[in-house]
């Protein structure tokens, strides 16, 4: 089954279309819905239906265009959950129905999206899926699992942009992530092996296999995909391309592949070199350039620390002084894209964080302020807030931020452990003790072992 267009659907289905559609753009939703649900009862795989009753979902759970609040619903263990998922082994069209019927109540539920999704995947919809992996990531901006299949899913129906953005914002909050940055890897790789070959995806027919025309090619994929290449196959994958840029000098898909092989094998200068050979191109305003170029920069900071003596009388001195130097490029670097993309919160929490690093709690706090206005680092800025208020010991503001922050986590999870155990440090230091006892309490009932509250709360007790 391929998903199909409004010319490739029935007249039938093309009618409750366009009645739905235009009962859409007149705000009468719940006929709009009940129109585009039928269609889509009936064909299945008619994508621009499924997008305009997402569109109608949302509108009639009051949400404007484009935007989707972060919401945690309990129907994840509700009837018509349970029936779907049994339904999905013998019938994904059937799953794939009742998923819709709950997301016509309720579509941010992500227990529903999960149903469309492996529905979907096993009909054969890919555009389908990666509809509702979009409202599951932004319900779960910080589940890396869920954005790196997003990111795959994406990817396979051409929307390579996409996919490489959710990994990178992900990237920014967790630098160092080896599975991050191997994903990220693995779709670059992807998307420059298999050049021209999205066009199928894009168009609702074909999958990925198609791209890769005989088990020859797709050995090759394989290898050149893997996170950690071994030597002598990154070696040889050096020679074949530059090989291929002897005759394909313009192939900045080639240089970039390229730069991306000599930085693994920390040949810094040279993938440095390739990566501005790109950036003085027609493609050089490409963000994710921008950020390959930082994460180089900063590997060779690292790679420098790593090659100093140990032994070295002035080992701490050299490792603090190359330290420094790394934190004043990621400033710079930061402030020039926080001045080319003005609007872009994330940048702007990005920048709060090398303050913060650096000792610049003022500068830190107006960045951490913008920040917290993106819905996706809204709790971190205001963490952050807390932490920089304290330093400068404004006790009372970082005490307020952090319970402003805790008012916004209902579930009690690693983030809000983290939350609570900073409200209670901020009071010790503002000498309320027995207010600072009863948020380690709140840890140690679910936590023991968290930090150090065994310790704060069996002393406590103990002094009674």
Same mark, same amino acid.
């Given at each position: 089954?391929?998903?199909?267009?409004?010319?490739? @659907?029935?007249?039938?289905?093309?009618?409750?279309?366009?009645? #739905?559609?235009?009962?859409?753009?007149?705000?009468?939703?719940?006929? &709009?819905?009940?129109?585009?649900?039928?269609?889509?009862?009936?064909?299945?795989?008619?994508?621009?239906?499924?997008?305009?009753?997402?569109?109608?979902?949302?509108?009639?759970?009051?949400?404007?265009?484009?935007?989707?609040?972060?919401?945690?619903?309990?129907?994840?263990?509700?009837?018509? @959950?349970? $029936?779907?998922?049994?339904?999905?082994? $013998?019938?994904?069209?059937?799953? /794939?129905?009742?998923?819709?019927?709950?997301?016509?109540?309720?579509?941010?539920?992500?227990?529903?999206?999960?149903?469309?999704?492996?529905?979907?995947?096993?009909?054969?919809?890919?555009?389908?899926?990666?509809?509702?992996?979009? @409202?599951?990531?932004?319900?779960?901006?910080?589940?890396?699992?869920? &954005?790196?299949?997003?990111?795959?899913?994406? =990817?396979?129906?051409?929307?390579?942009?996409?996919?490489?953005?959710?990994?990178?914002?992900?990237?920014?909050?967790?630098? #160092?992530?080896?599975?991050?940055?191997?994903?990220?890897?693995?779709?670059?790789?992807?998307?420059?092996?298999?050049? #021209? #070959?999205?066009?199928?995806?894009?168009?609702?027919?074909?999958?990925?296999?198609?791209?890769? $025309?005989? *088990?020859?090619?797709?050995?090759? /994929?394989?290898?050149?995909?893997?996170?950690?290449?071994?030597?002598?196959?990154?070696?040889?994958?050096?020679?074949?391309?530059?090989?291929?840029?002897?005759?394909?000098?313009?192939?900045? +898909?080639?240089?970039?592949?390229?730069?991306?092989?000599?930085?693994?094998?920390?040949?810094?200068?040279?993938?440095?070199?390739?990566?501005?050979?790109? *950036?003085?191109?027609?493609?050089?305003?490409?963000?994710?350039?921008?950020?390959?170029?930082?994460?180089?920069?900063?590997?060779?900071?690292?790679?420098?620390?790593?090659?100093?003596?140990?032994?070295?009388?002035?080992?701490?001195?050299?490792?603090?002084?190359?330290?420094?130097?790394?934190? =004043?490029?990621?400033?710079?670097?930061?402030?020039?894209?926080?001045?080319?993309?003005?609007?872009?919160?994330?940048?702007?929490?990005?920048?709060?964080?090398?303050?913060?690093?650096?000792?610049?709690?003022?500068? &830190?706090?107006?960045?951490?302020? *913008?920040? +917290?206005?993106?819905?996706? *680092? $809204?709790?971190?800025?205001?963490?952050? /807030? %807390?932490?920089?208020?304290?330093?400068? +010991?404004?006790?009372?503001?970082?005490?307020?931020?952090?319970?402003?922050?805790?008012?916004?986590?209902?579930?009690?999870?690693?983030?809000?452990?983290?939350?609570?155990?900073?409200?209670?440090?901020? /009071?010790?230091?503002?000498? +309320?003790?027995?207010? %600072?006892?009863?948020?380690?309490?709140?840890?140690?009932?679910?936590?023991?072992?968290?930090?150090?509250?065994?310790?704060?709360?069996? %002393?406590?007790?103990?002094?009674?």
């Amino acid at each position: 089954m391929a998903e199909k267009q409004l010319n490739q @659907v029935s007249i039938d289905s093309r009618k409750l279309f366009t009645k #739905g559609t235009d009962a859409l753009s007149r705000e009468n939703l719940d006929y &709009a819905i009940a129109l585009l649900t039928q269609a889509l009862d009936n064909e299945p795989e008619f994508f621009d239906c499924r997008k305009a009753l997402r569109e109608a979902q949302f509108r009639k759970a009051g949400e404007s265009k484009g935007f989707f609040k972060k919401m945690l619903s309990g129907a994840g263990s509700s009837p018509q @959950v349970a $029936k779907a998922r049994m339904a999905m082994s $013998k019938n994904p069209a059937e799953a /794939l129905s009742i998923a819709e019927q709950i997301l016509n109540n309720d579509p941010n539920n992500s227990a529903a999206h999960r149903i469309v999704v492996d529905a979907a995947n096993a009909l054969e919809l890919p555009r389908t899926a990666v509809l509702s992996f979009e @409202v599951m990531v932004r319900n779960s901006p910080k589940d890396k699992n869920l &954005a790196i299949e997003f990111a795959y899913a994406a =990817s396979q129906i051409g929307e390579s942009a996409k996919s490489e953005k959710v990994l990178m914002d992900l990237l920014r909050d967790n630098p #160092g992530d080896g599975e991050l940055n191997g994903a990220l890897k693995d779709l670059s790789a992807r998307k420059t092996m298999t050049e #021209g #070959g999205y066009g199928a995806l894009e168009g609702g027919g074909g999958s990925f296999r198609d791209i890769l $025309k005989d *088990k020859k090619q797709a050995a090759k /994929l394989e290898q050149e995909n893997r996170v950690e290449k071994s030597e002598d196959v990154t070696e040889r994958l050096i020679g074949e391309y530059e090989t291929r840029l002897q005759t394909e000098p313009n192939n900045l +898909k080639v240089v970039r592949s390229l730069a991306e092989l000599y930085a693994q094998r920390k040949q810094f200068e040279q993938a440095l070199g390739l990566y501005d050979r790109i *950036k003085n191109s027609e493609m050089g305003n490409d963000p994710s350039l921008e950020l390959a170029i930082a994460n180089t920069v900063v590997k060779r900071y690292d790679h420098q620390i790593a090659q100093l003596n140990p032994f070295d009388p002035e080992h701490a001195a050299q490792v603090e002084r190359i330290r420094a130097e790394k934190l =004043s490029f990621q400033m710079a670097e930061c402030q020039k894209r926080v001045e080319k993309y003005p609007t872009d919160l994330a940048i702007r929490f990005e920048m709060g964080q090398f303050y913060f690093q650096g000792g610049k709690y003022s500068e &830190a706090i107006q960045e951490f302020q *913008k920040s +917290k206005n993106n819905p996706h *680092k $809204k709790l971190a800025s205001m963490s952050y /807030l %807390a932490q920089c208020f304290a330093k400068r +010991k404004m006790f009372d503001l970082a005490a307020s931020t952090l319970q402003n922050a805790i008012k916004e986590k209902p579930v009690f999870d690693e983030e809000k452990k983290d939350l609570t155990y900073n409200l209670g440090s901020v /009071l010790e230091s503002m000498g +309320k003790k027995e207010e %600072a006892i009863e948020q380690f309490k709140q840890i140690y009932e679910i936590d023991a072992g968290y930090k150090d509250v065994t310790t704060k709360v069996e %002393a406590f007790y103990a002094g009674q």
